[in-house]
């Protein structure tokens, strides 16, 4: 909603400090746009000087990361909202704790981000929470000087709403008070001055007014005489008719014995309640301490456990002349189970991570999550120990297994980055191991990499090609370019692939093998295919204007792209009066096809949109998974065509596929066709269709000529 609608549904008098941050985009920072008058006291400032700040400036610095780490939870959990006591800056430079409400709204109409922060004093709260451990102490203290008053006072006691009684030397009855009458027996004028102190106990046993002696009333009447002859337990604590009395006893200089029993019912259940709340701080301070330094959902150590076991580490490295080596695991593949599956199941799959990595290290080595799907274990080894190296291989094993949810396998897969001393110093072995991570993800999946200097300068490369990547989203710098597809018997042109280049201000055109995998680390490779797709379309559509039956397009399609909510209502107003089909690698389609994949596809049938698997042979798919998807048609990958002309091997290979593709009813396409023989051998194959340099490099539109009369007679070289 926008501002105006968030103002008007803040009350206008307020006792809780109320402020409402913006960005207009992701890439911008928050500044404060509103604060009510509340949070202008609260914060020591004017609604003037507030305006234009940083949001997160308001948490004190010692909490402000962990305030951040809170709300980086909450979006990876999907909601939009949390609650968290922490300590809090005014604008004088002065503290106090507060209780923040953070809650996050978008503007779907401009899509600026609001995030609006209700803060609450909570400083007189926690003074109140120490004050009554301090009145449970006190409390005890006064209990104790109360009983030893009652102690020495209990002979000069005249009238009392307690029960008391004097028995004289032979024990017998000489004085009591109606009170003791009611707790001895529901007829208090059966009591009769002279009773012996057995008949009075028989009788409040008989009466059943004893609660612990119901059932065993013989055995506890000997016990109590026994203790009283022989002036045993001269205090206790008994329970008559659901109250709860302490019994004194005492015994005068003429041998009188004074009997006193004082409710003490309210006393105990306040110290019941003083106890029980006692507890809740205890747990409570539990609880916080393990919030603070543990991850909510898997319940491993957080980045501030993992710093703080790193320095214990690093003392015991110096005493003990150990090495630390850290693991730097990210999961392979994670983003596709949220994305296809649901967050439900990404939380799942991390549980079972974290219980693999538990359960795989040793008692003294510490395991953390520091972020969605991150990892860092921390373990100390012998100088010339391998044991980081296998346990990375152990775990890379264990984590590719696939994990169940409901009877459906959910396939991840796990880099480890490792760094380790003395080669690297203590303090950057978190850094050096994330950039390990970074080589070995490089290197493809299911990789372990060790951290070496050069790495750096590929790190810093890799930041640079990223941003700029980032520049040339916001400028608009990819663009189309065009390869016909052509029938390896008749020469003819039945369809265009269009292939996404970077048109870069200094380097000129950039293919995407250059800069894919950096889009895709940075997760903006489905932005860039909608953006080549939606130009190739409109150059097509006036392009081919005046065809008829002009060819079929062909597009890249990214899983991230493919899984776009807006992607069926895009094609959907589609004008293009050719045909379309979605091309998809099939290393990130055919393992994972969860049902929000394959519903995609369904629907995108429907739409009468072609589907290819490209790069056939690359990856890892089955003849199931192709017959779970029913491709339109299979793309085999270009390096398995390149030694068709001089490999018998290779030659069986590209005859297999084209059978498999007879087999289930999918056409075949052949990229990397560069030679001539190529296209012969194809042709000989039975394989159709022929893409490649030998037909035409890419190119733009303009280079071809298409017309009603040569659209499917394209002057092909061959």
């Known amino acids: 909603m926008t501002l105006d609608d968030l103002i008007k549904r803040i009350p206008s008098i307020s006792v809780e400090a109320i402020c409402i941050a913006q960005r207009a985009s992701d890439d911008a920072a928050y500044e404060i746009v509103w604060v009510n008058k509340a949070f202008c006291e609260m914060f020591a400032t004017t609604r003037e000087a507030a305006e234009g700040t940083d949001p997160f400036a308001i948490y004190h610095w010692d909490y402000s990361a962990d305030f951040k780490a809170a709300m980086s939870e909450m979006d990876a959990a999907g909601k939009t909202s949390f609650m968290q006591d922490t300590f809090c800056l005014r604008y004088d430079g002065s503290a106090f704790w507060g209780a923040v409400s953070f809650l996050r709204d978008e503007d779907q109409e401009t899509g600026v981000e609001n995030i609006i922060t209700i803060v609450r004093d909570i400083d007189l709260l926690k003074n109140r929470e120490q004050s009554a451990e301090l009145a449970l102490i006190e409390n005890e203290h006064l209990l104790a000087k109360i009983e030893a008053v009652q102690t020495r006072l209990m002979s000069a006691i005249n009238m009392s709403p307690d029960p008391f009684c004097i028995y004289d030397a032979r024990d017998r ?16 004028d059966t ?96 609880e916080i301490s393990q919030q603070a330094m543990h991850d909510e959902l898997t319940g491993l150590g957080n980045r501030r456990f993992l710093n703080a076991r790193l320095v214990e580490m690093i003392e015991t490295r110096k005493q003990t002349g150990l090495e630390i080596a850290a693991l730097h695991i990210d999961l392979d593949r994670f983003k596709q189970i949220n994305d296809t599956m649901g967050h439900a199941v990404g939380d799942y799959v991390l549980e079972q991570v974290a219980d693999i990595l538990r359960t795989r290290v040793r008692s003294k080595d510490v395991v953390a999550r520091i972020g969605g799907d991150e990892f860092i274990i921390l373990t100390l080894c012998a100088p010339d120990s391998d044991s980081p190296e296998v346990l990375a291989d152990r775990l890379i094993q264990e984590i590719c297994k696939p994990i169940m949810y409901e009877d459906r396998p959910c396939r991840i897969g796990a880099s480890v980055g490792i760094a ?19 080589k070995a993800k490089t290197g493809g999946r299911a990789m372990k990499a060790s951290f070496d200097h050069g790495d750096l300068e590929a790190l810093q490369s890799n930041k640079r090609l990223s941003d700029d990547l980032l520049r040339a989203i916001e400028e608009d710098e990819f663009v189309p370019m065009f ?50 797709f939606r130009k190739a379309i409109a150059e097509c559509r006036a392009f081919f204007s005046g065809i008829q039956d002009p060819p079929t397009i062909g597009c890249n399609v990214s899983l991230s792209r493919l899984t776009e909510p807006g992607l069926i209502d895009e094609l959907n107003a589609l004008d293009y009066h050719g045909g379309l089909a979605f091309e998809l690698n099939e290393t990130i389609l055919i393992d994972d096809g969860q049902a929000a994949v394959l519903d995609t596809l369904d629907a995108l049938k429907g739409l009468g949109v072609s589907i290819e698997v490209d790069d056939f042979g690359s990856g890892r798919a089955s003849i199931v998974g192709l017959r779970r998807i029913s491709p339109d048609r299979l793309k085999i990958d270009r390096r398995l065509i390149e030694p068709l002309t001089g490999s018998d091997s290779s030659r069986r290979l590209v005859s297999s596929i084209v059978e498999i593709g007879r087999a289930l009813g999918i056409g075949v396409t052949a990229e990397g066709v560069e030679t001539a023989e190529h296209a012969l051998q194809l042709a000989d194959l039975g394989c159709e269709r022929g893409q490649g340099a030998f037909y035409a490099p890419p190119g733009p539109l303009k280079a071809y000529e298409f017309s009603e009369e040569n659209v499917t007679r394209f002057a092909a070289r061959g």
Not at 173 to 188: E, G, K, M, Q, R
Not at 257 to 284: G, K, P
Not at 508 to 524: K, N
Request: net charge negative; hydrophobic share 40%.
């Open 483 to 532: 390869q016909p597809q052509v029938n390896t018997d008749s020469n003819e042109v039945v369809a265009i692939e269009v292939l996404a280049y970077w048109d870069h201000p200094q380097r000129g055109l950039i293919p995407a093998s250059e800069f894919l995998s950096t889009a895709m680390e940075i997760h903006m490779d489905g932005k860039i295919d909608g953006m080549v």
């Open 420 to 438: 380790r001393t003395p080669m690297i110093p203590a303090d950057e072995l978190i850094t050096c191991s994330d950039i390990a991570l970074y």
């Open 173 to 188: 009855l000489v004085i009591w008070n109606p009170a003791f009458a009611d707790n001895v027996t529901p007829h208090p």
């Open 191 to 286: 009591l009769k001055m002279g009773m012996k102190n057995q008949e009075i106990i028989a009788m409040s046993l008989e009466n059943g007014f004893i609660d612990e002696a119901v059932g065993q009333e013989e055995s506890y009447l000997a016990d109590y005489l026994d203790a009283w002859r022989e002036g045993k337990v001269p205090h206790s604590i008994t329970r008559i008719q659901g109250r709860d009395y302490k019994v004194i006893r005492s015994q005068s200089p003429n041998g009188d014995r004074v009997v006193l029993r004082v409710d003490i019912s309210e006393q105990l259940r306040q110290q019941r309640e003083l106890q029980t709340y006692a507890d809740r701080l205890e747990e409570a301070n539990r």
